[in-house]
């Protein structure tokens, strides 16, 4: 028999959550999502100044539009200016919005509109019946979807594969956390099983002071073979959301 998913080993009920270094004293201050490069210019063609490790705090000064960058929460235009000089991209930074949080430099005109977070929820194929061996992750993920829309989606396969199969499906799959969703944990992501991964059903996305995490119910996860239970964890890379119209 194929499993669809194995047990989470050293995913525990809540995230921990890491410990932040000290941030400069800016008008705002913001966490980086991941290394990130400080340049002469907002753009990606300015000097490299320095380099600032993930998970830093900084303090942010004025904002500016410059080169559209794409990153984990979509693309925007904005860039800030931060203590010891120098410019950043906000797709760098967690600030807990898509909107300017300091005033524009030189001034004060309008800010920007916010970049979409997703491109839509598609409702793609449906299927008459649950695709997943009943006490695994996958039939405990596709019941509660059937329990919050009233049919099954048609998805096939592993865990692992479960963004791939309901994008070919037609239903909307984005890297950014979202409620009302599958979640999709890549083998090995947050302790998951290494071969077949793991989902589960995300009930609603918190944003914290370093980054975005998910409340969800999962099924063979730490509460064992056929049982559902609840857990809240990091939104981190290796993590696909699978969205319920």
């Known amino acids: 028999m194929v499993l669809t998913c194995g047990l989470i080993g050293g995913l525990g009920v809540a995230a921990t959550t890491l410990a932040a270094a000290p941030a400069e004293a800016g008008i705002k201050t913001a966490t ?49 200016t931060i203590d010891g000089g120098g410019y950043v991209t906000d797709a760098g930074l967690y600030t807990g919005t898509n909107n300017p949080v300091t ?8 800010a920007p509109a916010p970049a979409p977070r997703t491109t839509g929820r598609a409702v793609g194929q449906k299927s008459a019946s649950n695709s997943g061996i ?7 993920a596709q019941e509660l979807w059937r329990q919050n829309t009233g049919y099954y989606p048609k998805i096939r396969g592993n865990a692992k594969d479960y963004a791939a199969s309901a994008r070919a499906n037609g239903w909307t799959v984005v890297a950014d956390a979202q409620p009302r969703s599958i979640v999709v944990f890549q083998p090995g992501v947050h302790g998951v099983d290494r071969t077949y991964g793991h989902v589960g059903w995300v009930r609603s996305v918190e944003n914290r002071a370093d980054g ?18 609840s857990k809240v964890t990091k939104d981190i890379g290796g993590m696909s959301y699978i969205l319920a119209p």
Request: hydrophobic share 25%; charged share 10%.
């Open 103 to 110: 005033p524009k430099c030189g001034g004060s005109a309008p």
């Open 32 to 80: 980086t999502l991941e290394t990130l490069n400080v340049r002469s210019a907002p753009t990606s063609s300015g000097t490299l100044l320095r380099r600032i490790a993930g998970n830093t705090r900084v303090g942010i000064n004025c904002w500016t539009n410059g080169q559209a960058v794409t990153g984990r929460y979509g693309t925007t235009t904005i860039w800030y």
């Open 134 to 140: 009943s006490g695994y992750c996958t039939w405990g």
């Open 212 to 229: 975005r995490y998910i409340h969800y119910t999962d099924m063979n996860g730490s509460a064992g073979f056929g049982r559902y239970g």
